[in-house]
């Protein structure tokens, strides 16, 4: 099970919350962050790991979509690993972590300012490409996580994602 700390303003949207009880992760890989932003008219989901900051851009979602978020995230995660380079091994090691997502509220001030530092990023590179539609997303989103980032002693966040695999067991 993954768990999915939203930014009120994605809560609004995906509704059905489960309050922050005593939900924690046993695994790394099962907590999250995702904050809803909006970037060239076109709403934007960003979906951060919390230890290794390895984040997903999703772009242009629709109020149909976040009934399905569930599945658009599972999808695009794989999608992106694959985009990415990961071997066959690093992937099923995450979706082993399963396709059972929860949503709830966040708890880490430093994961939800990387998560707007990469924001603003995103949006300079999309309208220095001239707008979404001349953007490919996976390209985009490979970009923010091949950046040196403060809070991991300025390695890249795909660089410790696939770390942090290869050291599981």
């Not at 907590?31 to 242009?60: M, Q």
């Not at 066959?88 to 995450?94: A, P």
């Not at 396709?99 to 001030?109: E, I, K």
């Not at 953007?135 to 890249?156: A, T």
Request: hydrophobic share 40%; with cysteine.
């Amino acid at each position: 099970m993954k768990i999915i700390r939203c930014t009120k303003k994605l809560l609004k949207e995906v509704g059905g919350v489960i309050p922050d009880l005593d939900i924690r992760p046993s695994f790394w890989l099962e907590s999250w962050h995702a904050n809803l932003v909006v970037i060239d008219r076109c709403k934007c989901l960003l979906v951060t790991n919390d230890e290794s900051l390895y984040t997903l851009f999703i772009p242009g979602l629709k109020k149909a979509d976040f009934k399905h978020l569930k599945i658009i995230i599972n999808e695009h995660l794989f999608k992106s690993m694959v985009y990415d380079g990961l071997s066959q091994s690093s992937i099923e090691k995450v979706l082993s972590v399963g396709d059972d997502l929860v949503f709830t509220t966040t708890n880490s001030r430093s994961v939800i300012g990387v998560m707007n530092d990469m924001k603003l990023i995103l949006e300079q590179k999309v309208y220095g490409n001239g707008g979404m539609k001349y953007c490919n997303p996976f390209e985009l989103q490979h970009s923010i996580n091949r950046m040196p980032i403060g809070p991991l002693k300025y390695e890249f966040s795909l660089e410790v994602f696939k770390k942090k695999l290869m050291d599981q067991k």
